[in-house]
């Protein structure tokens, strides 16, 4: 599997990068280096591995429904570009 | 609608669970804060976080998906990183679950034309709410100078339901709703309230020439509040697209919005690039696995449901299949319906009331029966004083909207407002010997063979007590004086 500079493309549009002619063919590059080196896992079998979705081997870690008060909403609001009142306030998104 | 295509329907339906706290953290789900007031580092993805999984959700999720018959609950689910920008989700992804959802394979049974219909259920899985926008500077999107975000809704618990494309027209899809909303008010896990937007309906819908196998290219029929706009939405779509295909045109697989204003289909904006949502396992959410032994727990905390119930109303107190069915329908009147049961035997009539005088009451003032001041002790108090004798049931028609409105017990009432019913003999003897002198004609018709004539006598009776004499005791007494 390698990857085209259409997909690094494809890959930037939907991530929302504007990227020089040269970082493409930089990024295109070092993603096939990437791929490349985790190519190497195919030279082992892995048939009866199932298919690893997290590092740590753990499972079903809940919390109790209890809600409890928000306190540090003034700060996480302070983090928004711009705000009004306690909402934050965003440039139009259709045109 | 036409005989040559056939309707392919599927529905998506998002159910609000009602928890305290939201799907991935301790914020509450409360509706109607101050905006950004429930929100905290988790929901709103700041760098560092750990989102832990709300224990009750899973419950939720499990009595579902027992009650829909799911065949795979037990076992492995994982959620995921559903990657998209739009300003309404702070952390630029949706966690849901993707290839391995909580439980697949179900069906629900409706009832079409007296007849039940299975409706086959893909798939139920586990994701977080959005937060809310306002376009200011126009109603719609289109056209807002600029838009204002409360995350107060982001984080709370959604549960997807997914259809199989097995609903045929737009009247099942209403009853696949209608069943499906009562099921999940039943289970207690969601208000299931459209026009709140607790329950909330995506349809795919396609139409294709009568015996083809291969389905028509669908459209997704967005944000319809209601079932009422769900099945005139449907309706209007699988117009315009017998309309197209008629005239030759392509349906394009696309959104489309229903306006209930003009009772059409008007397509949304389609997306440059189709969904490429990059999916991939959310490394801070351990994988979920649902044992025997939960699902055993689960399985104890579902009580009767729906279907059941109505079953149980037709078959063993005696209601009409409509009087079941209008009670189940809302979870509210069924409860109060059983604990009038607890102190008075007379379910048919009970039933009357409930789904006559009292639900027109709810309806008109678009309440439910909770905000009402009515209570079943003070029903079943009601009922007692027709069945002495101590208020007609004309006059309780009066009486029954005061005891929806007002903290006054039946008895209070009636005293009150001097309607009790008239049966004490001499009394009404009195009346009817004025009646009878003022309408001498018609005694006379009536002596002469004119049986009728009985009856507007009666009538002119009831009229001088003002409905309050009790109408067997005028009838006898009508007779004795009438035949002396």
Known sequence: MTISKKDVEHVAKLARLGLSEEEKEKLTQQLNDILKYAEQINQLDTDKVPPTSHSIPMQNVFREDEAKPCRNTADILANGPQTQETTFRVPKMLE | MSKKYEIVIGLEIHAQLSTDSKIFCACSTK???????????????????????????????????????????????????????????????????????????????????????????????????????????????????????DFNRTGVPLMEIVSEPDIRSPEEAKLYVQELAAILSYLGVCDAKMEEGSLRCDANISIRPVGQKEFGTRTELKNVNSTKALKDGLTAEVERQIEALESGEKIIQETRHYDEKTGKTIALRSKEEAHDYRYFPEPDLVPLVISD??????????????????KRYVEKLNLSAEAADT?????????????????????????????GSVTAYLNEKKIGIGQ???????????????????????????????????????????????TTQISDESEIEKIIDEVLAKNAKSVADYKAGKITAMGFLVGQTMKATKGRANPGLVNQLLQKKLSA
């Not at chain 2, 032994?293 to 279907?307: F, N, V």
């Not at chain 2, 108090?381 to 009486?399: C, P, Q, R, Y």
């Open chain 2, 372 to 418: 009402s001041k009515l209570t079943p002790k003070k029903l079943v108090a009601m009922l007692n004083l027709i069945e002495k004798g101590t208020i007609s049931k004309k006059i309780a028609k009066d009486v029954i909207v005061q005891l929806l409105e007002t903290e006054k017990s039946a008895e209070e009432i009636v005293k009150a407002s001097g």
């Open chain 2, 327 to 355: 009670i189940v329908a809302g979870k509210d009147l069924a409860e109060f319906f059983e604990k009038c049961l607890k102190s008075s035997d007379k379910a048919a009539e009970l039933s009357n009331w409930i789904i």
């Open chain 2, 31 to 149: 509706f109607g804060n101050e905006p950004n007031s429930n929100i905290c580092p988790i929901c709103t993805g700041q760098p560092g976080v750990l989102p832990t999984l709300n224990k009750k959700v899973v419950e939720f999720a499990v009595k579902t998906s027992i009650a829909l018959n799911m065949k795979k609950i037990k076992g492995e689910s994982i959620f995921s990183r559903k990657q998209y920008f739009y300003p309404d989700l702070p952390k630029d992804f949706q966690v849901s679950q993707y290839d391995k959802p909580l439980a697949e394979h179900g069906e629900i049974e409706i009832e079409v034309d007296h007849s039940p219909k299975k409706i086959g259920i893909t798939r139920i899985h586990l994701e977080e709410d959005a937060g809310k926008l306002v376009h200011v500077g126009s109603d719609r999107i289109t056209g807002s100078d600029f838009s204002l975000v």
């Open chain 2, 293 to 310: 032994a939960m699902i055993a727990e689960a399985r104890k905390d579902i009580g009767e449901l729906p279907q059941a119930k109505i």
